[in-house]
């Protein structure tokens, strides 16, 4: 998606942050990130660029790839993860495990989901969404961005194989809100999105699902 000229940027060989360093990594890298480029990237894994640009992805020239801010409940930024063009993912060392999601925010119902392309992938089809890196983990971090947002009830939008399932799961004995568990048809929630399916497809699917009230 770029030429073979690496653009200028004053951060070079990146391979370490501290925390508090990373809002300024992710502005100078939204500086040099186009328009062009987010939708070159996002077409070629079947999204749209604008919602890639509402959980904040930009293009990182220190690692070759496509960085994606991982959050803390107060929308701060505490962790980058990395895809480069051959879909190879990991973290920036010195990362924390943190959540994907926009401030921007819908009238409609949240979900959660796994992983940032999914997340977007909710938030391209009407849904507010948060997010976690994996299956597995952010549970304490989740139930804090839950309680900041003020959610009542949400949706856990669970990819189609046995970690996944085992994780959401787990992830919903965790919680203390009414939520419900959907299974999705296909792999996961992009692959879902690039066969057709609406945000409206998913509520008609789970009208007739069970939500969890936890005692």
């Known amino acids: 998606f770029f030429s073979s000229r690496r653009r200028h940027t004053r951060f070079r060989n990146v391979t370490g942050v501290q925390t508090c360093a990373l809002p300024i990594f992710l502005n100078e890298w939204k500086k040099q990130t186009t328009s062009e480029e987010l939708s070159k990237f996002a077409s070629s894994i079947g999204l749209l ?3 890639l640009q509402l959980i904040g992805c930009v293009w990182s020239p220190d690692h070759n790839a496509w960085a994606f801010p991982m959050y803390d409940q107060n929308m701060e930024p505490i962790g980058i993860r990395l895809r ?15 959540i994907f ?4 925010t819908f009238d409609a119902p949240y979900v959660i989901t796994e992983g940032a392309t999914d997340c977007t992938s909710a ?7 948060l997010s976690r890196p994996s299956c597995l983990g952010c ?14 009830e949400i ?22 809100i009414k ?12 692959e879902f999105v690039l066969k057709g399916g609406t945000k409206e497809l998913i509520l008609s699917m789970t ?9």
């Open 123 to 129: 938030l391209q089809i009407g849904f507010n969404a």
């Open 155 to 176: 949706i856990i939008i669970s990819d189609n194989d046995t970690p996944g399932i085992r994780g959401s799961v787990k992830l919903q004995d965790s919680l203390k």
């Open 179 to 190: 939520s419900l568990l959907w299974v999705t048809p296909t792999k996961d929630l992009r």
């Open 49 to 51: 660029g604008k919602s």
């Open 207 to 215: 009208k007739n699902l069970t939500w969890r009230i936890p005692k």
């Open 101 to 104: 999601a926009s401030s921007t």
């Open 139 to 152: 549970e304490e971090l989740l139930s804090k961005a839950i309680v900041k947002r003020k959610i009542r």
């Open 84 to 98: 480069n063009i051959k879909g190879d993912k990991w973290s920036v060392k010195g990362s924390r495990s943190g």
